[in-house]
């Protein structure tokens, strides 16, 4: 059975960072290309980053690109996302899911975890 565990979400200042890691489970991580999702209050969900199986590629939304790092460690089966220069509009839940920019939304998630950004 495929599990995902995010954490490291919580409130913080706009212009501070954030480290989110995935936990993952029950699949062999490594052979995965994974991507980071994230749902806003009352708005669909939206793809915010991917990367390939290695680890060697990734992949950004508009929105974060610069400010947003998506890594890996196959060897721990984690995912991470760094979050620099966080801004109110990055307020979200955010959740790791099996896929790449195409495929997340048939993928499998995690639970999630809340990213709040505010002063």
């Known amino acids: 059975e495929v599990q995902l565990v995010e954490s490291g979400g919580g409130l913080v200042q706009p212009g501070g960072s954030l480290r989110l890691s995935c936990a993952a489970s029950?699949?062999?991580?490594?052979?995965?290309?994974m991507s980071w999702v994230r749902q806003a209050p009352g708005k669909g969900p939206e793809w915010v980053s991917a990367i390939n199986s290695g680890g060697g590629t990734t992949y950004y939304a508009d929105s974060v690109k610069g400010r947003f790092t998506i890594s890996r460690d196959n060897a721990k089966n984690t995912l991470y996302l760094q979050m620099n220069s966080l801004k109110p509009e990055d307020t979200a839940v955010y959740y790791c899911?099996?896929?790449?920019?195409?495929?997340?939304?048939?993928?499998?998630w995690g639970q999630g975890t809340q990213v709040t950004v505010s002063s």
């Open positions: 029950g699949f062999t991580f490594g052979s995965y290309d």
């Open positions: 899911a099996t896929g790449d920019s195409s495929s997340w939304y048939d993928g499998s």
